[in-house]
């Protein structure tokens, strides 16, 4: 699922389309070409192999779809499609420049209303992995999420829950 982004990004639909096909499962050593990579705790890494698009930054995240949540993150968020929700998330805060637990202080694992990227999360394998993308080039100077960057708490959040 995506939001749109005012008629652009054709290009990276179309590549978020095709994502198994750009999406490659190995280990760390043998994914030093990819364009942008999430390494998992056994050792092997999820590479993006797409051509990058001028204009775009690209993000991912994978997880093992089949990994219990951490309990207190499961007794804050739900466990409904939590490793879906908790990889899109993370993609989101890489893209915002903004650190993830401050991204679960401001928005929980949901993505707010008004942003500006395009993303997909499926299946891959044993992983549930997300791709997503945003414009690099802002007219205004808010942040990725289409918001003024001072609305994010300045404040480190830290601990289980």
Known sequence: MSRTHDGAGQRV??????APRHLRVASAA???????RSHLGDGRCVGWYAP????????IDAERAAAAPPPALARRFG???????WTRVEC???????????????????VPSGT????????????????AFTPTHRVDRVDRAGRD????????????G
């Open 13 to 18: 639909s179309a590549l978020l389309a095709a």
């Open 30 to 36: 043998d994914s030093g070409a990819a364009v942008t």
């Open 52 to 59: 990058p698009v001028p204009g775009w930054r690209v993000a």
């Open 79 to 85: 466990s409904t499609d939590f490793w879906g929700r």
């Open 92 to 110: 989101l805060a890489k893209l915002a420049d903004v650190p993830v637990a401050t991204w679960w202080h401001r928005h929980g694992l949901e």
């Open 116 to 131: 500006v990227w395009l993303w997909r999360t499926l299946p891959l394998t044993d992983l549930a992995v997300t791709v």
């Open 149 to 160: 960057p001072r609305t994010f708490p300045d404040v480190a959040v830290s601990g289980a």
